[in-house]
């Protein structure tokens, strides 16, 4: 059974410093894997987005890993700002299908002064 | 570049009413789009696939003649919920993909949340 599982559910931690989200799927035939950002009220937005072949991509203070034998992925956010405070999303996408995506439950961010 | 837009960004209606929401792909043609609602805390869940010019595909549970879904151009797909009761408050999302069957990128666009009294 295709599925995305997230962790923590939520996470609070004081502004500047660092954490890391966790998801772990197990969808397949795997094509690549996004992590999302959304803010509450808005829609997802693309923060990286990984295939088979990457280990690490960074997009500015995000930092994504992907482990493809392990079906573990991480995203990395360093020296937190209140703006990160929002649902981050991983979303596992299969290389067929009209409709392809997997989503996992998300991880609550909540940046604190 | 791959914008999508909807409209309106948020509604409120009475019970029995019938609301339409907009799905536009600003700058791509989009052969599928996808609807999505969300509740409060949990994740997008998909409630059917529009491919231009033909019928919309529901997800289990998803009643149709409830959730009209209209993908009329390649660059438009419509929502209409009927005879809207309060539980179908939600926050509804949709989606626009490049290219069209197998693989392509979907992007989201800024959800439109619907609460009806």
């Known amino acids: 059974k295709n599925q995305v599982e997230q962790s923590p559910q939520s996470l609070i931690i004081l502004e500047g410093k660092n954490c890391t989200l966790q998801c772990n799927y197990t969808v397949s035939p795997f094509s690549n894997l996004r992590w999302y950002k959304q803010d509450t009220g808005r829609g997802p937005v693309s923060l990286t987005i990984?295939?088979?072949?990457?280990n690490t991509k960074s997009n500015g203070r995000y930092t994504a890993t992907l482990d493809a034998d392990t079906k573990q992925s991480s995203l990395h956010i360093t020296a937190s700002q209140l703006s990160d405070s929002a649902s981050y999303i991983c979303v596992v996408s299969l290389q067929t299908g009209a409709n392809n995506l997997f989503f996992g439950t998300g991880t609550r961010l909540t940046v604190i002064p | 570049g791959a914008v999508v837009s909807q409209h309106p960004s948020w509604v409120i209606c009475k019970s029995g009413t019938s609301v339409k929401i907009e799905c536009r792909s600003l700058d791509f043609q989009a052969t599928t789009m996808f609807w999505y609602r969300q509740f409060p805390k949990q994740s997008l869940m998909l409630m059917a696939t529009s491919n231009e010019g033909s019928k919309a595909t529901y997800e289990q549970g998803v009643e149709k003649d409830k959730f009209l879904i209209n993908h009329a151009s390649l660059t438009l797909s419509t929502l209409t919920v009927t005879s809207a009761h309060p539980e179908d408050s939600s926050f509804y999302i949709c989606?626009?993909?490049?290219?069209?069957?197998?693989?392509?990128?979907?992007?989201f666009g800024p959800g439109t949340r619907l609460l009806v009294l």
């Open positions: 989606s626009a993909k490049i290219t069209s069957g197998q693989g392509g990128t979907q992007y």
């Open positions: 990984m295939t088979f072949s990457e």
